[in-house]
Structure formats: C-alpha cells, structure tokens
C-alpha cells in the first residue's frame, strides 16, 4: 500500500490560487495580472477570454505543481509486515584484555594460541547463535568501555569483538568496574531479562569499584552474571633444564568469580581448554527466553523522486517552449 509520510504539505495545493487572488485584488484592475513563471501574461476580467493555445501551459503548469507538493508529501510504498525474531533477552558479553590475555595456554585447530584468541573464536559462535537476542560488547583491563552497546546487528558485536587486542583497554584487569559498567547499561533494560557474561583469567588489580560491591549493585538491579575463569590448571614448559610443570591460572581469583555468580543468581564456569570454554557457551544458550510483545516491521521504498522527476520534466518542457516561442 502507499503511505504518505507527510501528508500536511497538501495543505499547500490552493496556493497559487490564493497567491493570484491576493495580487489582483492589491493592483489597480487595469494593472491586475497573474505572473506565473514560463508563462505570458494574461489579463483578468469579464471580456478577456484565455485563447486555446494559453490554455496547455496552464494546465502543464498546474500538474507541474500538484506533482511537486505530491512530492513533498514523501510517498513511500509499504510492503507486508514481516515478524522480527525477538527472545527478549538482552546480553552483555565482558572480555577480559587484560596482559595475562596473551598466555598460549588453549589449542584451537590443533595450535598453540593465546587465551583471548581462544576466547573470539568459541565467544563469537556463541554471539552468532544468538538470533532474536540483544547483545552488546564490553572490553576490560585497566579500565572498562562499552565497545557496542545492546543491538541485533550481531555482525557488528562478532567484529568489533575480533578487532580486539590484547592491552587495548590497559594491562591490569578492572572486574568490578566491567560490572558496574553493564549496570549502568542494563538498568534500563526488562528487569527479568538482564544478562551479564563475564569472562576473565585474573584477579581484580585495577578499578573504583570492588568486585564483590559491583556484585550487589547488579543483584540489586536483578542482573544475573556468568561468571567464566579461563585458563589452563598445569602445562609442561619445556626450558634449557628440561621439562617442568607450571600452573598459568595461579593469579585466577576463582573464590570472588564464584561469588559474584551466586549473588546475583547465575553460575560460575571453569574453561580449561577450547572444549570445555565452547561447552560453556552451549550451555549458556540454555538460558530461558523472557517473552515479549510481538515486534513486526515494514518494509518501506521511497517514491518521492518519481513525482518530482515529472515535476521538473514538466517545468523543464514550459521553459522551452517559452525560449522557442520567443
């Protein structure tokens, strides 16, 4: 169907009218004409017919100008409704970019790769599978930013995601403000509907705010956090003295990731390798849907330029023909 965005511009059609009206009533009547563009002059009155070949400008000239004010109108052609795929859930994913980050720990096509290079690959075939989901971005190390804020557009979030670097946001690990970050954009959010995914390999060494105080300010805005320890227990490290056994994870503060989950009524997970954090992910793809209102939309084509491609073809043509006839 057509629709017309700005149907109030046809209040303007009567215009030349009432312009021609107004001007001869203010000029003496010998002098009373209306001058339109392109056109010649023509005088008003109870003796003074319009010859024939006067009459087609006229009238060229008045579509000319419906055309334009039908134009200005902003037709649009409304195609069928289409149902958007809309679960409700809105997702706040927190990457740790923290130094320890670069730890070649995890195997991901059977090579040696640092712990944030394991963590894009399985995280971005999470945001992915997350079809009918909002889902925004957070990066942390010394500070914490917004990288995307909640949206559909899961392609933006898989991108910015990859385009991350180790160190980008400073090499210390602020957990608590990661958190109060998402509270703050979350807040405004359905309340039953507030996720945050956190994942990190440290201890909170950076930040204004506690993690555990990051805690109670989001179980108090009912924001439910997944808390995610990465990092290999124990690796053989292979040394001029041979072989020993060292643990990456010792700085893994799995006492306060525990707790931050169970206050705010989510769970902790421990990724030692690519499997169990891609295990991890499958799971949290369990989480219940919150249901909302049907969200529908419809497709929409300008049409405008058509009306006002004619409109200036038309004045294009009056202009003309007026140069050939002088």
Not at 4 to 31: H, K, M
Request: glycine share 6%.
């Amino acid at each position: 169907m057509i629709n017309f965005d700005w149907p109030w511009f046809l209040a303007a059609l009567p215009l030349p009218l009432l312009i021609r009206w107004l001007v001869s009533a203010n000029l003496p009547a010998e002098q009373a004409a209306l001058k339109v563009p392109f056109l010649e002059d023509f005088s008003e009155g109870e003796t003074t017919a319009v010859s024939k070949t006067e009459q087609w400008p006229l009238l060229l000239a008045a579509l000319a100008w419906l055309l334009l004010v039908l134009a200005c109108t902003r037709p649009q052609w409304l195609g069928e409704p289409i149902e958007q795929a809309v679960s409700g859930r809105d997702l706040m994913l927190a990457v740790d970019l923290s130094g320890s980050m670069e730890e070649q720990d995890f195997m991901l096509n059977k090579r040696p790769v640092d712990r944030l290079t394991a963590a894009k690959g399985v995280a971005s075939d999470f945001i992915n599978r997350r079809v009918g989901d909002r889902v925004g971005l957070i990066l942390f190390g010394t500070q914490a930013y917004l990288q995307t804020p909640l949206t559909f557009d899961r392609k933006t979030v898989m991108t910015l995601l990859n385009e991350s670097v180790i160190g980008l946001a400073g090499d210390n690990t602020a957990i608590g403000d990661a958190i109060g970050l998402a509270v703050k954009r979350l807040k405004d959010e359905q309340a039953n509907s507030r996720v945050l995914v956190l994942m990190t390999d440290g201890a909170n060494t950076a930040g204004e705010v506690t993690p555990l105080k990051a805690a109670e300010l989001a179980a108090a805005q009912h924001l439910k956090i997944y808390t995610i320890g990465i990092g290999a227990d124990e690796m053989i490290v292979r040394s001029f003295f041979g072989n020993r056994k060292v643990n990456p994870s010792v700085d893994l503060d799995e006492k306060t990731l525990i707790k931050i989950a169970e206050s705010t009524g989510g769970q902790y997970y421990r990724a030692r390798n690519t499997d169990e954090l891609n295990n991890i992910y499958m799971r949290l793809d369990e989480l219940e849907p919150v249901e909302k209102d049907k969200q529908y939309f419809r497709p929409r084509s300008e049409l405008y330029f058509w009306p006002l491609g004619l409109s200036l073809m038309i004045a294009a043509f009056i202009a003309l023909s007026k140069v050939r006839l002088s």
